[in-house]
């Protein structure tokens, strides 16, 4: 298992190269970039409504312009052409793009993320300062999940076809309808002061006068300030765990295996705990990195614009609008690789649940 271990960390640099590369690729076809952005602001012409007309290209060549070849860009016209070369060499673009993706693999390397265009800060410094947010949010979420759908789940499994599974097939319906932002809406206008009760903070992860509180106070406003969010979250995500938990319960239950046990008398809980369970969560366990990632980064996007929590969510989306390509790229990289490892650390639970499952057997 040690060697399996050693070269699935070995193809993770290599599958990040891809995923970097790819990437980079794409954003130097998009449309805009963020020296036209910039000329578009000085000029007062709107950033969007400017690269529309701007091509592709990511900022990596010259624009169509009226003014003469003087103007690279389309929003760089009447402006003065070093001024143009001096944003161009603010933002790195005085450089050809092959050699700006050879200087940032390098950097990566080294796990130097560089500088925000728009901030100045460390890339890597302001991940590290919105992780928080989505941590608090994806963890407690993916944790909330597991322990509502799992048993849920198994239920449904052993009373299928009952007034309970049909009964809790409507809130599965609905869970799978409705998004988690509209969740998330409701909930503000039902208790955080919408039209009905003023009962959670709509604002960040703990009060203004968190520092003063005691530490079983911080606590609870803590989870007082998450409460609306991470519900949100569930509701919005147990869906499709309770019916993958029930689908492969079922499926393990009609094997042969299990009416040998019940045949030798042994009773229906340790029938399912002991000998249907492990087979079963397989493929539960399978799909929690992608559950985990999700809702630490994409799931949670909406969810910290509704209820202004500045986490990595947002962050991305930010960064996407204002063309920052930094922390696009800077994101990109922390979330490839924490994806990367929670993928490896799935398979490793594969084999503590099943000793039978030898990924390096299966290798050789």
């Known amino acids: ?8 960390l070995a193809l993770i640099p290599l599958t990040l190269f891809g995923i970097i590369t790819l990437n980079f690729i794409i954003v130097q076809v998009a449309p805009g970039g963020p020296v036209e952005r910039v000329l578009a602001q000085i000029r007062g012409i709107d ?11 990511g900022d990596t060549g010259p624009r169509m312009s009226t003014t003469g070849p003087s103007s690279a860009y389309r929003g760089a016209q009447g402006l003065d052409p070093e001024f143009v070369k001096s944003i161009e060499k603010q933002f790195g673009f005085d450089k050809p793009a092959h050699e700006r993706y050879l200087l940032m693999m390098k950097n990566y390397i080294a796990f130097d993320l560089g500088e925000s265009f728009y901030r100045t800060i460390d890339v890597g410094d302001l991940i590290l300062e919105k992780m928080p947010v989505s ?60 039209s009905y009760y003023n009962w959670f903070p709509l ?29 949100a979250m569930v ?27 019940k045949a030798k008398g042994l009773s229906e809980r340790r029938v399912l705990y002991g000998h249907v369970f492990r087979n079963a969560m397989l493929i539960v366990i399978a799909a929690f990195p992608a559950t985990l990632v999700g809702m630490l980064f994409t799931g949670s996007l909406l969810i910290e614009v509704i209820f202004s929590l500045d986490g990595l969510g947002l962050l991305g989306y930010q960064a996407i609008i204002d063309r920052d390509y930094p922390v696009i790229f800077g994101t990109l990289y922390v979330f490839s690789i924490i994806g990367l490892v929670l993928n490896l650390v799935s398979d490793l639970a594969y084999h503590v649940i099943d000793p039978r499952i030898d990924f390096e057997a299966r290798a050789t």
């Open 135 to 194: 941590i608090s949010l994806g963890l407690w979420s993916t944790l909330i999940i597991y322990l509502v759908s799992i048993p849920m789940g198994i239920a449904k499994a052993v009373r299928d076809g009952s007034r309970f599974d049909i009964t809790s097939s409507y809130a599965i319906v609905i869970g799978y309808a409705v998004p988690s932002f509209m969740f998330a809406i409701l909930l503000i206008v039902l208790f955080a002061g919408g």
């Open 47 to 57: 950033p969007g409504a400017t690269a529309a007309f701007s091509g592709g290209g």
């Open 235 to 261: 509701i919005g995500g147990f869906a499709s765990l309770v019916m993958l938990t029930k689908n492969s319960f079922m499926e393990e239950i009609n094997k042969q295996y299990v009416l040998t046990a």
């Open 1 to 8: 298992m040690f060697a399996y271990i050693l070269r699935r």
């Open 203 to 231: 604002r960040g992860l703990t009060s203004e006068n968190f520092d003063q509180l005691s530490w079983s106070g911080k606590l609870l406003d803590y989870f007082w300030h998450l409460a609306l969010p991470v519900l």
